[in-house]
């Protein structure tokens, strides 16, 4: 027996008529409140730099491929498969899917959704079954700026995670490039210091040979031989360096082993002359961090719209369209059935189905809840205030870090540069020492002390220019890199 629940037509059109009326005055009151405002957040980047490079016809800074300024095409095949294959670039990225994946999930949180379920119950004298099978449908409307305010925190969760995956490419390039400015460095530096141990040693043994001839002391041999046990003590110490950084590149690349190309030595990188003049200082605010509190003031805005929504009333839509068939026993009578081409057999004494279509609107007000929503909803408001003052922190440190190493850079640049001023004379010099021997008129503890004076300005040179290069990569990664384009809702306010 197939039975429906029906209503007169006049009755059901009534029903529907409040229905539609109620739905209207719940649109034109949930169209009072003002959706929350995103503050304006303070631009408080300097007009310029304090400190510029002056380097005239310079390199224009690059901040998509800033280590191109090497010209050392092992450097940039390092980066391109760190960017390929480091693992923390594929961990963020991954989260940043998972991010994107949980948004579109979230859109449809204010949308109609239908959903099919079945369940069986049981009378309470336990003689008859009821399986139940049917649709079922609801509608929440985002009234009073909750539909705006879930989008926000959605899409600022979205943008975290894009920001996330930058800063990480961003951290993993000048990490690879200051690891790879460490090995060369290194291996050009242990050159150096082989070359200070040979000339230690020829100073060890002429002062030994000054001694044999009565024309030097024993404290001239005993100096000369702590400088040679010194300089092959200092001659071990790039080996350590150079096992470091392989390894650090290693676990860049992701990777165990070192690869094996980078242990033969290869001349080190030097940088150009780089022209700064015409970076504006509000090119920090692509810093991670400062993007990053930028989207959480986005993410409190809707925090807040959420807060403010809950102290309002929600309002939707309902419907539900089930089958009910009930099974009755009581005797050993069997019933044989056919449905959905399926045959069974029961034992009742009646088998009857009902067919059931309820709708209608749904409301939820709150009365009385001690100001818990208010007090929630001032809390949002403290966070968001909080957010903003942390905008600004990290707007002023990113600057102020970003001044710092602009600094350090000039400075690093002006050593380089004296250092092989330096290095051009104690070449000279070690020249004229040589011309002074061959033509009688010095002897080989001269030439030998101007050669080693010529290799310590090599050394010297080979550290400042490594220095240079160290606060060239330190300073893009404190003025931070492009970020991708961020996600944006094109039905609803924008992000800032």
């Not at 631009?43 to 224009?60: E, F, M, S, V």
């Not at 041999?221 to 650090?248: C, F, I, K, S, W």
């Not at 990290?394 to 870090?401: N, S």
């Amino acid at each position: 027996m197939l039975t429906f629940a029906t209503s007169s037509p006049r009755r059901h059109a009534t029903a529907w008529l409040r229905a539609s009326a109620l739905a209207c005055a719940s649109l034109l009151a949930a169209c009072g409140p003002l959706h929350t405002k995103i503050p304006d957040l303070p631009k408080d980047t300097p007009a310029d730099w304090q400190a510029r490079n002056k380097a005239a016809g310079g390199l224009a800074p690059d901040l998509d491929h800033w280590w191109r300024s090497f010209d050392d095409p092992v450097l940039n095949g390092l980066i391109e498969r760190a960017l390929k294959d480091n693992l923390n670039i594929q961990i963020a990225g991954e989260r940043l899917q998972a991010a994107r994946a949980v948004r579109h999930a979230k859109r449809s949180q204010f949308w109609p959704n239908l959903n099919f379920r079945t369940q069986v119950e049981t009378a309470p004298n336990s003689t008859t079954g009821y399986l139940v099978a049917g649709f079922d449908s609801s509608w929440e409307f985002g009234f009073f700026g909750r539909d705006l305010a879930n989008k926000r925190v959605n899409l600022a969760d979205e943008n975290l995670a894009i920001i996330d995956d930058a800063g990480m490419r961003v951290t993993v390039v000048a990490e690879v490039a200051r690891n790879y400015v460490e090995l060369r460095a290194a291996q050009s530096r242990a050159l150096v210091l082989n070359d200070v141990v040979t000339q230690r040693q020829k100073q060890v043994d002429l002062a030994a040979k000054r001694l044999q001839l009565r024309l030097g002391t024993q404290l001239e041999l005993d100096r000369a031989q702590v400088e040679l046990q010194q300089a092959q003590n200092d001659a071990g110490e790039p080996a350590v360096t150079v096992v470091q950084a392989g390894q650090a590149l290693a676990v860049l690349l992701g990777v165990s082993t070192p690869d094996p190309a980078l242990q033969t030595a290869a001349a080190q990188p030097k940088l150009p002359a780089i022209d700064f003049r015409q970076t504006p200082a509000d090119l920090v605010r692509t810093r991670a961090d400062i993007r990053r509190a930028e989207q959480n003031v986005v993410r409190a805005a809707g925090e807040l719209g959420i807060a403010r929504a809950d102290m309002w009333p929600k309002f939707g839509l309902f419907g539900t369209f089930v089958s009910s068939s009930a099974l009755t026993g009581g005797d050993d009578r069997v019933v044989t059935y056919k449905r959905n081409n399926v045959t069974g057999k029961i034992k009742a004494e009646e088998v009857s189905s009902d067919f059931v279509f309820i709708a209608g609107p749904t409301i939820s007000i709150p009365l009385v809840d001690w100001g818990a929503r208010r007090k929630i909803a001032n809390a949002h408001e403290r966070a968001l205030q909080a957010s903003v003052l942390a905008y600004r922190e990290a707007v002023i440190e990113g600057v102020a870090e970003a001044q710092t190493m602009l600094a350090q850079f000039e400075a690093k640049s002006a050593s380089a540069e004296s250092t092989q001023k330096t290095l051009e004379l104690t070449e000279h010099s070690a020249q004229s020492a040589q011309t002074m021997q061959r033509i009688g008129l010095g002897d080989g503890m001269e030439t030998a002390g101007a050669n080693l004076a010529s290799i310590q300005s090599r050394l010297a040179r080979n550290l400042a220019v490594r220095d240079r290069a160290l606060a060239y990569i330190a300073l893009y990664k404190a003025l931070g890199g492009t970020i991708p384009p961020m996600a944006k809702d094109t039905k609803h306010e924008g992000l800032p």
